[in-house]
């Protein structure tokens, strides 16, 4: 089994700035890619950022050049830096992982989720 635990949302003020942190736990063989999703009240969940273990990242447009995205690969960890924070980018933030199993099959977790308020 695979936990993935997050840590890092709160409440901040537009244009201010959080970190998110997960890290992956449990029985794996590796870690292709690791992201954050996100949804809001009445949406649906949403891809905002990914890294994948080929070095390739992606970013959803309404967040480029505001969130980076980083892993570290020695703690099975990714990271998501937010600068620069809207009242749209309320919603609980979730963790990704695809995950490759010791049977070499591969199969996808998430984390709990984090709420990030953005509200003056």
Known sequence: ?????????????PGGSLRLSCAASGSFFSINAMGWYR???GKERELVAVSTSGGSINYVDSVK?????????????????????????????????????????????????TQVTVSS
Do not use: H
């Not at 089994?1 to 003020?13: A, K, R, T, Y």
């Not at 620069?84 to 490759?100: F, G, H, I, M, W």
């Open 39 to 41: 949804q809001a009240p």
């Open 65 to 113: 050049g505001r969130f980076t995205i980083s892993r570290d690969n020695a703690k099975n960890a990714v990271y998501q830096q937010m600068n620069s924070l809207k009242p749209e980018d309320t919603a609980v933030y979730y963790c990704n992982a695809r995950v490759v199993l010791a049977t070499g099959r591969w199969s996808v977790y998430w984390g709990q989720g």
């Open 1 to 13: 089994q695979v936990q993935l635990v997050e840590s890092g949302g709160g409440l901040v003020q």
